[in-house]
Structure formats: structure tokens, C-alpha cells
Nanobody
Framework: QVQLVESGGGLVQAGGSLRLSCATS????????MAWFRQAPGKERELAAA????????YYADSVKGRFTISRGNVKNTVYLQMNSLKPEDTAVYYC?????????????????WGQGTQVTVSS
């Protein structure tokens, strides 16, 4: 069992930055592809960014490309999402997810473990 805990969310003005962290205790995340999904009020959950188990491959949604960076920590039980140049439309609950299935990044059902989410609010 993998328990994921997100942190780092908060309220920020447009143009600002936040860094989200996703951590697990005990088991290493080194075998898992990791992803950050987000869900805005009244909208479906969408994939923002993902990184392969090795760190060699990453994926970004077009809406965040060039502004967000996903990375794996040196400590192998942490994944980060650096968010720069934030916009009001980035406002959402951000969820960390993990999987061992090597399907397409957007295959929502392949992510086996989910965190509880952290709120990001960007004011205009």
C-alpha cells in the first residue's frame, strides 16, 4: 500500500509561484510513474504533469507547458511540481497519483494510488 500526502498549496497572486510536494512514508516511489492531476470546481479532473519511474520521460498538458515542472526528489519518496507564472485558471485541487501500469499518461484508471489533494488558489 502506498499512501501519498500532498503539501504546498495555498493562495497566490497571478504571476506568482508555488511548489507542491508529494511524499510517502516507508515505501519508495522509485518503481512508480507519478502524476499531478487537478480538478477545478465544476470541471473534470485533468492531468497536469507526469513523470516516469526513471525520471527520463515527462508529460505536460498544453495549458501548463513552459510554466510547470515536475521532478523527482533526491530522496526517492518525494515528487514535486514547481508552478511558475500562475494564472487564475490554474485554481484547482491538485492531486498526486502513482502507478506501475505503463499505459498512456492520460489513462486515469491506471493510477493505483491517490493523495487527498491540496488546494491551489490563484487570485487575479
Amino acid at each position: 500500500q502506498v499512501q501519498l500526502v500532498e503539501s504546498g498549496g495555498g493562495l497566490v497572486q497571478a504571476g506568482g509561484s508555488l511548489r507542491l510536494s508529494c511524499a510517502t512514508s516507508g515505501r519508495t516511489l522509485s518503481r512508480y510513474d507519478m502524476a499531478w492531476f487537478r480538478q477545478a470546481p465544476g470541471k473534470e479532473r485533468e492531468l497536469a504533469a507526469a513523470i516516469s519511474w526513471s525520471g527520463a520521460m515527462t508529460y505536460y498538458a498544453d495549458s501548463v507547458k513552459g510554466r510547470f515542472t515536475i521532478s523527482r526528489g533526491n530522496v526517492k519518496n518525494t515528487v514535486y511540481l514547481q508552478m511558475n507564472s500562475l494564472k487564475p485558471e490554474d485554481t484547482a485541487v491538485y492531486y498526486c497519483a502513482a502507478r506501475t501500469d505503463r499505459a498512456g499518461w492520460n489513462a486515469f484508471s491506471t493510477y493505483e494510488y491517490w493523495g487527498q489533494g491540496t488546494q491551489v488558489t490563484v487570485s487575479s
